[in-house]
């Protein structure tokens, strides 16, 4: 059974940092792209970073020099570091796995999601 349980959402400041976490099981880790997408209400679902089998790595612009994504495939688990919060930040944060290792920003191309964790910034 696929499972993807996304961890480390809150409320902070504007400023200030969260590090979330998905820990995968139930596939092959390593033969998926892997990347985190959010949410806000009344908005479409948006890439955030997605990270390649290769270890490359794609961010949105809104998000460039202030979030990292990284993997440790030892533990099959997905981060996101987020520095330098925004109030816009604030959304429903998703983890989501897509077969075939390379990654698209296009959230109808992934093949399994998290249920979300909240991360809120205030001003």
């Known amino acids: 059974q696929v499972q993807l349980v996304e961890s480390g959402g809150g409320s902070v400041q504007a400023g200030g940092s969260l590090r979330l976490s998905c820990a995968a099981s139930g596939f092959t880790y390593s033969s998926y792209c892997m990347g985190w997408f959010r949410q806000a209400p009344r908005e479409e679902r948006e890439a955030v970073a997605t990270?390649?089998?290769?270890?490359?790595?794609f961010y949105a612009d809104s998000v460039k020099g202030r979030f990292t994504i990284s993997k440790d495939n030892a533990k099959n688990t997905l981060y996101l570091q987020m520095n330098s919060l925004k109030p816009e930040d604030t959304a429903m944060y998703y983890c989501?796995?897509?077969?075939?290792?390379?990654?698209?920003?296009?959230?109808?191309?992934?093949?399994?999601w998290g249920q979300g964790t909240q991360v809120t910034v205030s001003s």
């Open positions: 989501a796995a897509r077969y075939g290792g390379y990654c698209t920003p296009f959230a109808l191309e992934y093949d399994y």
């Open positions: 990270i390649d089998n290769d270890g490359s790595t």
